[in-house]
């Protein structure tokens, strides 16, 4: 961990108002307690509950809105001693792949400000690379923790569903939704890790699975551990300079001793098409609360592609539709859990992108959604399957993007993949280059 | 997709401008979704959640510490008709 | 042209659990401020989410099995998705396609499915202006939903009398609908007789020969009905208003309608040019509930005896009339102190009917005075003559003459109704119940077993 307290604040003074990364800054030092995590400063991607600070999930529906209580994940931070300095910037309501739908301006990538952070977790990444806080609390459903640190050079664990507890994170697709931290480092990511994971008594849907002392974990070798290589997936959709820096780091991989095993996994393809008939209709559900009743503002004050993706999930929803569009969804769901379930039977983790591209330029998908919808295409499916996902650092374009890799595994696996990440990040330094903002 | 039905059932109010543009938007959605039709899923379950996990629940106590202090405890909403007759 | 009147029937009642349903607030919000009994999961808050309370779970699957229906061993919540401002979520977590019961019977009303959700929140009017109270919100609701059986409003209250008997029997709520704990739901057609049995499908009934009548076209709801007196009224005016419509050529309009207990009406309420289409999908946010048939059993043992069962049982073994025995069981307080009486004398089982009609009668008060006391009265009451042997001979013949089956029962081995016997002789003879009994028991051939 690199920064503490005065530090942080001196690099949001710096660079908040260049990058946007964060919508409030929480003032002040804070009393903390004694933990894993004292001294630690981090921010919350800001669809976290956080009593007595607004919490707005980049939405003008919630522009105001104080939050009434604390998120779990949030209370056991600070429980751990840890400082939030910040709530971040994100798509609205978690819907996005590039930050470019939030209400409160989009986030600019620190190593190229003309460009996306990536979505819809762009601002804790932002803030996390260029030393505003410790570390970063997101939120993945589609790959909106794994999409931004591929963009912004960080590292960041798509948890197992129900391994961190959801209650306190406003939900975008409840079933897909997984609650996650984000560090320049995959040893921090262990820590962190440690103190959030476990049985929430207010989330149903969290998991009695013990919780591993991850950072005891890491340092095994990688010897003889498969690394299942889908080559399907590196379809010409992929940028080359992206493919090749995978290809390097399997290389590093093979060096270290994983056995490459080749994999199918021909439904990979179809997540995408997957995603936006379940993700969509959990969210038409999940979002109906807002009216302005009780508070936020009403219904009128939603964007357009929260708009969108509303309408999207009630048509697949309603009658005469329900059948052909989320049953059929859930079906293909089933074949797609039992596609991962095979191929863990021949590797121990897959080895796959994160992005097909490089950090798009601000406004170049304005008039094509489509476009942003599909460069979800590698990072949609292991929610489906509830799979965890660690995404890391693996090279440079030569244009100084930022490109990373994920490596999947079964559900719980997470000491293994943060291992990997562990064990990648000791041989390679991509994940040290700062940006120069 | 009748635009215009789907926003009255998800208690949208959406401009003529935008039942065209989303029109076409959700159009091309739909392009995309329905290469699901080219999957076999006869008599295939669905999968509605993946915890694999049973019988979460909790024992009839009550908790006191998650109730909330309102500051604002009046809820007017706008008039409901007929509910008098 | 007789037209028969079609009556379905839903019943709300809500669970007397400590918590609500899916939250730890205190489920009683009897004399609270409005929304001071809220927390985030109850009040819809963004982030919040819903854990299901056991007890209530078991409670409506003890009531199910009560009802004689069939449990589910895997079954779910689902999301009832539509907007209303007493309804936080937008959405109302119920269930659809998997309830907790399904297909059980109560007399000859089949009763389609029993299952559970959330109470909403209360609107409340106050002149021109109208506010939303969500202490109710969040409180166990469950939903017994009967198949259109009833045919006249006469059965649609002895259901309704015999379905509260048993929610109080089983503790589970308090079924009270003056405090809103049971709240009705009529649903009414009318049907024109048809020459020929007929079996037809339609959307807004359930597919069932109609034992020869013409399967009505549309169907209307009632709400707002806060008593039995209230829902027979509406019904009663419904009986009319349709039989009027449909004798002069019109048919009813589908809709849901309110009663006016004010002006003896009912009057459409929400406008229905659509039904709702509330996109039912299963509620991700809690994994589904398995009941084994070992848990099942497990309940069944909790359910103890029931109204009916209860009251056949006090005719045969206490000699009680059917009235008697009706009253008596209507709350199982005053069934169980009965019995309580009839143990302190045990001795003398003649008393048991006369203890029944002071009970009945209202000749001591049940609720504030102990058994024993009572008891004391009764055997103090009784003045006995002395007859002689050749007399009570006579009598104890003709006792037996005119209840053959008593006399079976006790050859066959039910010694119990000795005391029947006993009540009857004493009635005619006056003569004291030990005598009696030492007379009959050697009189009497010995009873098998």
């Known amino acids: ?52 600070i607004k919490t707005t999930a980049a939405s003008n529906v919630l522009r105001d809105y104080v939050g009434q209580y604390n998120a779990t994940v949030y209370q056991k931070l600070l429980d751990a001693g840890a400082t939030l300095v910040g709530k971040a910037n994100m798509d609205a309501w978690g819907h996005g792949a590039t930050n470019e739908n939030s209400d409160f301006g989009p986030v600019r990538n620190p190593y190229d400000l003309t460009r996306s952070a990536g979505g819809s977790g762009g601002g804790p990444a932002a803030a996390v690379t260029t030393g505003m806080a410790d570390f970063g609390i997101g939120e993945d459903t589609g790959g909106s923790i794994r999409n931004p640190a591929a963009w912004c050079n960080i590292t960041a664990l798509k948890v197992t569903y129900g391994r961190v507890s959801r209650y306190g994170c406003i939900a975008y697709a409840s079933s897909f939704d997984s609650v996650g931290p984000t560090a320049i480092t995959a040893q921090d990511c262990a820590l962190i890790l440690k ?44 940028d080359p300079e992206i493919r090749m820096a995978i290809e390097e780091a399997k290389g590093k991989f093979e060096k270290m001793g994983m056995e490459i095993i080749p994999i199918k996994m021909p439904l990979l393809f179809y997540g995408i098409s997957l995603y936006y008939v379940i993700a969509p209709s959990e969210t038409s559900s999940n979002l109906s609360r807002y009216d302005g009743l009780r508070f936020g503002n009403d219904r009128t004050f939603f964007g357009a592609e929260a708009k969108r993706r509303i309408m999207m999930g009630t048509y697949a929803l309603s009658s005469g539709y329900y059948d052909a569009y989320y049953k059929k969804a859930q079906q293909v769901r089933t074949l797609l859990i039992e596609e991962y379930k095979k191929a863990f039977d021949k590797c121990d983790v897959i080895l796959m992108p994160v992005m097909p591209c490089h950090p798009n330029r601000l406004g170049e998908f304005e008039n094509d959604p489509i476009k942003n919808m599909l460069i979800d295409i590698y990072t949609v499916t292991q929610n489906t399957a509830g799979v965890p996902s660690i995404a890391l650092p693996c090279g440079f374009s030569k244009t100084g993007l930022p490109i990373g890799m994920q490596v999947v595994g079964k559900m719980f696996s997470e000491g293994a993949l943060l291992n990997v990440g562990y064990q990648f990040q000791q041989v390679t330094n991509w994940h040290n280059r700062r940006p120069k903002i | 997709m009748d635009i215009k039905h789907v926003a009255k059932l998800a208690n949208l109010t959406v401009s003529e401008d935008e039942v065209k543009k989303y029109g076409s938007q959700l159009s091309s959605v739909l392009d995309l979704v329905n290469k699901l039709k080219k999957i076999d899923t006869e008599g295939v379950e669905p999968t509605y959640q993946v915890t694999g996990q049973e019988n979460c629940w909790r024992e009839d106590e009550i908790d006191t510490t998650s109730m909330l202090k309102l500051d604002k405890k009046v809820f007017k909403i706008p008039k409901i008709l007929n509910h008098d007759g | ?22 939250c730890g607030c205190p489920a009683d919000s009897f004399g609270k401020e409005p929304n001071t009994n809220v927390c985030p999961v109850c009040l819809g808050l963004p982030g919040a989410l819903p854990v299901p309370n056991k007890k209530a779970i078991e409670w409506t699957i003890m009531l199910g099995l009560a009802l004689g229906c069939n449990i589910n061993e895997l079954s779910y919540f689902e999301r009832k998705n539509y907007f209303y401002p007493d309804l936080p979520k937008g959405y109302q977590i119920s269930q659809n396609v998997k309830p907790f019961c399904y297909e059980g019977k109560l007399g000859n009303i089949r009763i389609n499915n029993i299952h559970l959700e959330e109470d909403t929140g209360k609107l409340i009017h106050q002149g021109e202006e109208t506010f939303v109270d969500f202490n109710r919100s969040g409180v166990p609701l469950v939903e017994i939903v009967t198949e259109p059986d009833f045919r006249s409003i006469e059965e649609v209250d002895v259901y309704l009398k015999k379905l509260q008997r048993i929610i109080r029997y089983l503790g589970i709520s308090n079924a009270d609908m003056e405090k809103g704990s049971m709240r ?35 169907r209307v709801e009632l709400k707002n009905i806060n008593s039995f007196r209230f829902c027979r009224r509406a019904l009663e005016f419904e009986i009319y208003r349709q039989t009027e419509m449909l004798e002069s050529g019109k048919t009813p309009t589908q809709e849901t309608r309110g009663w006016n207990e004010i002006k003896n009406l009912t009057f459409p309420q929400r406008s229905k040019e659509e039904a709702h289409d509330y996109r039912y999908f299963p509620e991700p946010d809690i994994p589904p509930i398995r009941f084994a048939q070992d848990k099942i059993e497990e309940l069944k043992t909790k359910i103890g005896e029931l109204p009916e069962a209860k009251a056949n049982r006090f005719i045969n073994q206490y000699g009680l009339t059917e009235y008697q025995a009706g009253i008596l069981t209507e709350q199982k307080e005053m069934a169980d102190y009965y019995e309580k009486v009839v143990g302190e ?100 051939p010995k009873p098998a077993g």
């Open chain 3, 184 to 218: 009705l739901e009529p649903s009414i057609s009318m049907a024109k007789i048809k020459s020929q049995k007929s079996k037809v499908k339609s959307s807004n009934q359930n597919s069932k020969l109609l034992d020869g009548l013409d399967l009505p076209e549309y």
């Open chain 3, 1 to 22: 042209m007789s037209y028969y009147p079609i009556i379905g029937l839903e019943v709300h009642v809500e669970l007397a659990t400590k918590s609500g349903m899916f």
């Open chain 1, 195 to 238: 103190v959030i994971a476990g049985r929430d008594k207010h989330d149903a849907t969290s998991s009695p699975e013990k919780v591993d002392d991850y950072p005891k974990m890491l340092g095994n070798s990688l010897r003889n551990l498969r690394l299942g290589w889908p080559e399907d997936l590196f379809s010409k959709e992929v």
């Open chain 1, 1 to 52: 961990m690199t920064a503490d307290l005065k530090a942080s604040f001196e690099k949001i003074k710096k660079y908040n108002g260049k990058i946007n990364a964060l919508i409030t800054v929480v003032e002040g030092a804070q009393p903390t307690v004694d933990g894993l995590l004292s001294g630690k400063t981090f921010v919350l991607k800001d669809s976290y509950l956080t009593k007595g």
């Open chain 3, 345 to 444: 004398m045990r001795e003398m089982g003649e008393m048991r009917v006369t203890i029944a009609n002071w009970i009945i009668n209202k000749k001591i008060d049940w609720q504030k005075e102990p058994p024993e006391s009572v008891a004391k009265k009764v055997a103090a009451s009784q003045q006995t003559v002395a007859v002689d042997e050749k007399e009570l001979e006579k009598i104890v013949q003709k006792v037996l003459a005119e209840n053959p089956k008593v006399l079976e029962d006790y050859k066959n081995g039910k010694t119990q109704v000795l005391g029947v016997l006993i009540g009857k002789v004493v009635g005619i003879s006056g003569a004291d119940p030990r005598t009696v009994k030492t007379f009959l028991e050697n009189y009497l």
